[in-house]
């Protein structure tokens, strides 16, 4: 199993369940050169899957060792997007909320 894998598969030991009631999202996650995963919250559980989803809400494009940075918590996601190793289309500030569902 790949770092990215390994990395991914740690949110949801990390999910806040109370900061996701009545939530229903899908963050994708497009990490160049080790694949392609989604994390869906739904009525407070969270399930990662590998590959796209059609229905996420947002999608975070970076490569490995930045994705890797943010999962560890070592990079801090808004300095990533600022200096352009993150890039985040869909709903920005669903993006934002990944701190407070996944806190380190």
């Not at 806040?16 to 996650?29: H, K, R, S």
């Not at 999962?71 to 996601?77: L, P, Q, R």
């Amino acid at each position: 199993m790949s770092a990215v894998a390994e990395h991914i598969k740690t949110y949801t030991s990390r999910f806040n369940a109370d900061a996701a009631a009545g939530l229903d999202l899908v963050f994708q996650f497009n990490i160049e050169g080790a694949g392609n995963y989604n994390l869906v919250v739904k009525d407070g559980s969270c399930a990662v899957q590998e590959g796209e989803n059609a229905d996420a809400n947002v999608t975070l494009s970076m490569d490995a060792e930045t994705f890797e940075g943010l999962a560890s918590g070592e990079t801090d996601g808004m300095q990533a997007f600022m200096m352009g190793k993150l890039r985040a289309d869909g709903d920005m500030m669903l993006a934002m909320k990944l701190n407070e569902l996944f806190p380190g």
